[in-house]
């Protein structure tokens, strides 16, 4: 062997040597290579190490055995929930046939739920209003006769005692939650006859409480509805709207559409109400419902900048006050104008029993949730700048 080829071999294993041990980077240190031998499948490798954290994964199938918490609600709840056919009579004054108005009748489908097991039904008024005849449909098929026994128009419910013979039927009453407790985001579900398709269960959410829903019929607004985005259509008012324990919190009422179906904004009356509400039908057959005698609305910045109050000043603005009315009589007074219709001023509550008012719906929620007929309110008004206190005696509501 030549020097040359001595010099070759020499560099190939100083080389051999450089990589076997590490090599130098241009920054100076030192990277140690390791040879890490190809993985070897074996039992052992294949189980988790002992200290591992378990993982568990969401699945969007039901465990075999185990049905969907919806499932076993709605078979809970199912037989409690009925389907209402009420049969009116409509008078066409157009047509008279031997001097008389053509008469006509008509079904109105709705749906209702078991209040106790004397045989009583809650439903809206809507539903049966100038009904002559009532049937009452079980989900088992069974069909009773039925009548009207307690009506309360304002908040839209009804009453109904089953008259037909019923012990072979098992009334299994709903117990009513308490609606304070409700929160936004809630899960809920309604359960009716859309369309005439009985027992129909829908879920959603809360939408929002404590809302005010306008009853054009009676002419006052209801307080404290909730609002829903679960589906509710023609054939479901009446119905029972629950929480995840199978509680009414509510009846399914209305909705907001332009077309007359649903459109994500679903109302219902609460629990709360009806639970004032329906012992005093049962018994009386009639709500009579304490009535202050004042329109009025929440006072805008508009309105608060023209009778020389702050922007963001809070109260009911008076707008009218009944004649003879209890805040009548109490001296409140309303809304005044200059030649020009431009508003003068008129006085401003701001509180009520010494809770304070900042819109119109604190005035409407105190007074029916508060209050009755013959109770004294206090009332704190801001009258051209000046806080007054006075004193009304709250009289029955007036039919519209």
Do not use: C
């Not at 709903?174 to 929160?183: G, I, M």
């Amino acid at each position: 062997m030549n020097s040359r080829e001595k010099l070759l071999v020499g560099m190939v294993a100083a080389l051999a040597v450089a990589l076997s041990v590490g090599f130098v980077t241009n920054f100076g240190s030192v990277a140690k290579v390791v040879t890490v031998p190809a993985p070897v499948a074996s039992m052992v490798d294949q189980q988790e190490p002992l200290n591992s954290p378990k993982l568990e994964y969401a699945t969007l199938y039901e465990t075999p055995g185990q049905k969907s918490p919806l499932t076993v609600l709605f078979k809970k709840v199912e037989n409690s929930v009925v389907q209402i056919n009420a049969k009116v009579s409509t008078i066409n004054s157009n047509i008279i046939i031997n001097g008389s108005p053509l008469e006509s009748q008509s079904s109105r489908l709705g749906s209702g739920f078991v209040y106790d097991t004397a045989g009583h039904i809650i439903t809206n008024n809507h539903v049966v209003s100038g009904a002559q005849e009532v049937d009452v449909r079980f989900v088992d098929g069974n069909i009773y006769s039925a009548k009207v026994i307690g009506t309360d128009p304002f908040n839209d419910i009804a009453v109904l005692q089953i008259t037909d013979d019923f012990t072979e039927e098992t009334l299994v009453p709903l117990p009513l939650a308490n609606s304070a407790d409700l929160e936004v985001g809630q899960q809920i579900i309604a359960i009716g006859n859309p369309f005439g398709l009985s027992n129909t269960m829908t879920s959603g959410i809360v939408s929002q409480v404590g809302r005010l829903l306008p009853n054009r019929d009676a002419g006052y607004s209801i307080p404290s509805v909730i609002q829903t985005d679960a589906a509710i259509n023609p054939g479901n008012s009446g119905g029972p709207m629950l929480n995840l324990e199978g509680q009414v919190i509510g009846i399914n009422t209305a909705i907001q559409s332009t077309t007359g179906e649903f459109s994500g904004i679903g109302f219902a009356v609460p629990s709360n109400t009806i639970k004032r509400i329906v012992p005093v039908l049962i018994k009386d057959g009639v709500y009579t419902h304490p009535w202050l005698g004042v329109s009025g609305t929440s006072l805008s910045p508009d309105i608060a900048k023209q009778i020389n109050l702050e922007k963001n000043y809070h109260g009911v603005f008076v707008t009218t006050v009944v004649p003879d009315g209890p805040a009548y009589k109490a001296g409140v007074q309303e809304a005044t104008y200059n030649p020009s219709r431009q508003l003068k001023g008129g006085d401003v509550i701001v509180a009520l029993d010494g809770k304070p008012v900042r819109d119109i719906d604190d005035l409407i929620i105190h007074l029916a949730e508060n209050k009755s007929v013959g109770d004294t309110v206090l009332i704190e008004l801001n009258r051209a700048g000046e806080l007054v206190k006075i004193a009304a005696t709250l009289a029955a509501r007036p039919a519209n």
